[in-house]
């Protein structure tokens, strides 16, 4: 059994901040990568930024420089800075992790529910 949950949304303006959070737990025996995606009303969802355990990181062309992704301090945690918030931005934002699970043999991708961001003056 494996769990993740965001936490960190909300509504801001544009121009604002938000920062995201996603702790994995359960049987979890090695995670090989985590990332956040977003899915905007009528449209599909996209990667936003990936992490890896050795700390290499992906960011879409549309979040460079706005956004980062890092390792928080607990175990198997990871944050999302969104600096520079626009309309463009308002998805639900959901966490994945790519997890070995105890007594697997292989790994398998893990959602979380997601967290609604809204960005509106």
């Known amino acids: 059994q494996v769990q993740l949950v965001e936490s960190g949304g909300g509504l801001v303006q544009p121009g604002g901040s938000l920062r995201l959070s996603c702790a994995a737990s359960?049987?979890?025996?090695?995670?090989?990568?985590m990332g956040w995606y977003r899915q905007a009303p009528g449209k599909q969802r996209e990667l936003v930024a990936t992490?890896?355990?050795?700390?290499?990181?992906t960011y879409a062309d549309s979040v460079k420089g706005r956004f980062t992704i890092s390792r928080a301090n607990a175990k198997n945690t990871i944050d999302l800075q969104m600096n520079s918030l626009q309309p463009e931005d308002t998805a639900v934002y959901y966490c994945?992790?790519?997890?070995?699970?105890?007594?697997?043999?292989?790994?398998?991708?893990?959602w979380g529910q997601g967290t609604l961001v809204t960005v509106s003056s």
């Open positions: 359960g049987s979890i025996f090695k995670i090989n990568a």
């Open positions: 992490i890896t355990g050795g700390g290499n990181t």
């Open positions: 994945n992790a790519d997890v070995l699970a105890r007594g697997s043999y292989r790994y398998l991708e893990h």
